[in-house]
């Protein structure tokens, strides 16, 4: 079992940051790899980005890409999601999770946490 917990979502204007932590506990070694979800109202949930433990081999998918950096932190077992210029698009509800699979799809990532809502007002 793996449990991950999501913080530091909030409120922030276009071009604003900020910085998600999850905190991940249990089998990390089974599952080294760490990623960042998200889901919008009436849309499907989408990948955001993704770090594996060992080489720190980072992925980001195109929308995100020169705003957005993962890190961990493997001495807290937290991972963190720096979102900068942040876009009214990017409002959501963000979601960390943990997968054995070096892989953008959400169905591969087999523990989830609870979520943290990200809203970007214009």
């Known amino acids: 079992q793996v449990q991950l917990v999501e913080s530091g979502g909030g409120l922030v204007q276009a071009g604003g940051s900020l910085r998600l932590s999850c905190v991940v506990s249990?089998?990390?070694?089974?599952?080294?790899?760490v990623g960042w979800f998200r889901q919008a109202p009436g849309k499907e949930r989408e990948f955001v980005a993704t770090?594996?433990?060992?080489?720190?081999?980072?992925n980001y998918a195109d929308s995100v890409k020169g705003r957005f950096t993962i890190s961990r932190d493997n001495a807290k077992n937290t991972v963190y999601l720096q979102m900068n210029s942040l876009k009214p698009e990017d409002t959501a509800v963000y979601y960390c999770?943990?997968?054995?699979?070096?892989?953008?799809?959400?169905?591969?990532?087999?523990?989830w946490g609870q979520g943290t809502q990200v809203t970007v007002s214009s």
């Open positions: 999770a943990a997968s054995w699979a070096w892989t953008t799809s959400p169905t591969a990532y087999g523990y």
């Open positions: 249990g089998r990390t070694f089974s599952n080294p790899v």
């Open positions: 770090i594996r433990r060992g080489d720190s081999a980072t």
